[in-house]
């Protein structure tokens, strides 16, 4: 059954990612009173939800998930048999099951990538974070590659552009489209751009080195054309600028998968990316 999660959601895509709906049957209609809420359940679209005399709820800033155990309404009244307990504090619900959906939902940590034990309480003997999707990687098979742990979408050939200092690099992935770098998405100018420090940063795993990137599955480490293509163990331009120095930005080198800052005039790899928040 669904459960109603109060938490609030800022983008569609975070939605989706855990399995979330803008728009759902869930509330009886009674002289202004919402009540009833089981029978509005199961209704999956508009015309039998109101024909049920339901509300069909439809709201961009909250979502629905269903990954939790028991059923509560969007208010934090828990109802049904399987009872799950819910803050009275709007914003916040007590999903047992959920992967930390708590409050207010920013972005969530996933974890490294580190499975090595080290030293006991180290990064590969706890594993914190989201665990990642298996597969890792979806490959579009019209030259782009989607992250299915951070729902962007890359370029699969990791080396469209060679070398080229930081303001270039801004605009040449500003300026991809559909026909370049074995792209057949029907992309255009505008849609592609540097990823910015996180973003970059969110490839790399840390299990290995040159380069400091997993394979399709997430369970290996890459290797040409799985699924990406040109990834070279150097450094890749992000389109964050080192605030201390504002003629430097930062970087990510895919040989540690260590994120660095450099002068914006030096020439280095870029990575183009697409969607996001």
Same mark, same amino acid.
């Given at each position: 059954?669904?459960?109603?999660?109060?938490?609030?959601?800022?983008?569609?895509?975070?939605?989706?990612?855990?399995?979330?709906?803008?728009?759902?049957?869930?509330?009886?209609?009674?002289?202004g009173s919402n009540v009833n809420i089981d029978e509005c359940k199961g209704y999956t679209d508009q015309t039998a939800c109101?024909?049920?005399?339901?509300?069909?709820?439809?709201?961009?800033?909250?979502?629905?998930?269903?990954?939790?155990?028991?059923?509560?309404?969007?208010?934090?009244?828990?109802?049904?048999?399987?009872?799950?307990?819910?803050?009275?504090?709007?914003?916040?619900?007590?999903?047992?099951?959920?992967?930390?959906?708590?409050?207010?939902?920013?972005?969530?940590?996933?974890?490294?990538?580190?499975?090595?034990?080290?030293?006991?309480?180290?990064?590969?003997?706890?594993?914190?974070?989201?665990?990642?999707?298996?597969?890792?990687?979806?490959?579009?098979?019209?030259?782009?590659?989607?992250?299915?742990?951070?729902?962007?979408?890359?370029?699969?050939?990791?080396?469209?552009?060679?070398?080229?200092?930081?303001?270039?690099?801004?605009?040449?992935?500003?300026?991809?489209?559909?026909?370049?770098? #074995?792209?057949?998405?029907?992309?255009?100018?505008?849609?592609?751009?540097?990823?910015n420090r996180s973003e970059l940063n969110s490839l790399v795993d840390v299990a290995y080195y040159n380069p400091a990137l997993?394979?399709?599955? #997430?369970?290996?480490?890459?290797?040409?054309?799985?699924?990406?293509?040109?990834?070279?163990?150097?450094?890749?331009?992000?389109?964050?600028?080192?605030?201390?120095?504002?003629?430097?930005?930062? #970087?990510?080198?895919?040989?540690?998968?260590?994120?660095?800052?450099?002068?914006?005039?030096?020439?280095?790899?870029?990575?183009?990316?697409?969607?996001?928040?």
């Amino acid at each position: 059954m669904f459960l109603y999660c109060t938490g609030i959601v800022h983008a569609q895509d975070l939605c989706e990612k855990y399995q979330m709906k803008y728009q759902v049957c869930i509330e009886k209609r009674n002289g202004g009173s919402n009540v009833n809420i089981d029978e509005c359940k199961g209704y999956t679209d508009q015309t039998a939800c109101e024909g049920a005399n339901c509300y069909w709820y439809v709201d961009k800033g909250r979502c629905v998930i269903d990954i939790c155990l028991g059923d509560t309404d969007m208010n934090g009244k828990v109802v049904g048999a399987d009872k799950t307990d819910v803050n009275r504090d709007y914003g916040r619900s007590g999903c047992p099951s959920a992967p930390s959906i708590t409050g207010y939902l920013g972005a969530q940590v996933p974890k490294t990538g580190q499975t090595e034990l080290y030293a006991t309480g180290d990064d590969g003997d706890l594993e914190k974070g989201i665990a990642w999707p298996n597969p890792r990687f979806k490959d579009n098979g019209n030259g782009t590659v989607t992250d299915k742990l951070t729902g962007l979408i890359w370029l699969k050939d990791a080396n469209c552009f060679g070398l080229r200092n930081w303001y270039d690099a801004l605009l040449d992935c500003n300026g991809l489209n559909s026909g370049e770098c #074995g792209l057949t998405d029907d992309s255009s100018e505008g849609d592609w751009r540097l990823p910015n420090r996180s973003e970059l940063n969110s490839l790399v795993d840390v299990a290995y080195y040159n380069p400091a990137l997993s394979n399709t599955a #997430g369970t290996g480490q890459w290797s040409p054309g799985n699924p990406f293509t040109n990834v070279q163990s150097n450094f890749y331009w992000s389109s964050s600028t080192f605030a201390y120095v504002t003629g430097y930005a930062w #970087g990510v080198s895919m040989y540690y998968g260590v994120v660095i800052s450099s002068n914006k005039t030096y020439s280095y790899y870029v990575w183009p990316v697409r969607g996001g928040q």
